[in-house]
């Protein structure tokens, strides 16, 4: 009887398309609302460490000494949380991922001298 059943699905599986796409010959196409890598927009940035504060894994550092924000990539959750609470809505959710990698990843960014009186 088993049988039977396999048999009704191998059978229609047949006329089918493939239910996964050929990655690299495909591409994937990102849904707008797809939460993806981080990004910051130092211009904009005031540096109040708010972001850091609300960052539930700690992958979001802020240095208004050395005038500096990091965040560490393969720590990153993607849980836009950082982005809800910024002042100055200059965090930006991109929807496409970080690119694998087999270390782990500290991108810094420092404001601009010539923007620290605005």
Known sequence: MASFKIGKVIIRNLFRKPATLMYPAVPRKWRELT?????????????????????????????????TWAIERMQCVQCSCCVEYCPKKCLINRNEYTAPETRKIRESFEKPAELDGI
């Open 35 to 67: 939460r993806g890598h981080i990004e910051v927009r130092m211009e904009a940035c005031i540096l109040c460490g708010i972001c850091a504060k609300k960052c539930p894994t700690g992958a979001i550092t802020v240095d208004r000494g050395a005038k």
